[in-house]
Nanobody
């Protein structure tokens, strides 16, 4: 499975961005999809995930109510709508795919995801 993330950029605090991650080479609808982020010098951090069949989602506490993850199986794409962005959201965002039917408590675990995209940089700054 190949994952291609896009949609990052520079945005002012309070602004919005929508990240996209297009998948190819696998059966997209059967994958659990996730978004993670990483700041240089820090550990990778879980952001959001969506189960296959859109049967459940999970979010990092600090993004709840501001970010929304969704998927379009017809387009083999997962999205991360980010609103009310803050400077602390600045990071490289990575999409990831897992062929496992993860339970909710496992969605946040990076080691459960087998495939990773190349990352897209989000910078929130005035």
């Amino acid at each position: 499975v190949q994952l291609q993330a896009s949609g990052g950029g520079l945005v002012q605090p309070g602004g919005s961005l929508r990240l996209s991650c297009a998948a190819s080479g696998g059966t997209f609808s059967s994958y659990t999809m996730g978004w993670f982020r990483q700041v240089l010098g820090k550990e990778r951090e879980f952001v959001a995930a969506i189960k296959r069949g859109s049967l459940g989602t999970a979010y990092l506490d600090s993004v709840k109510g501001r970010f929304h993850i969704s998927r379009d199986n017809a387009k083999n794409t997962v999205y991360l709508q980010m609103n009310s962005l803050k400077p602390e959201d600045t990071a490289v965002y990575y999409c990831a795919a897992s062929p496992l039917g993860l339970i909710t408590s496992s969605l946040r675990r990076g080691d459960q995801y087998h495939y990773w995209g190349q990352g897209t940089l989000v910078t929130v700054s005035s």
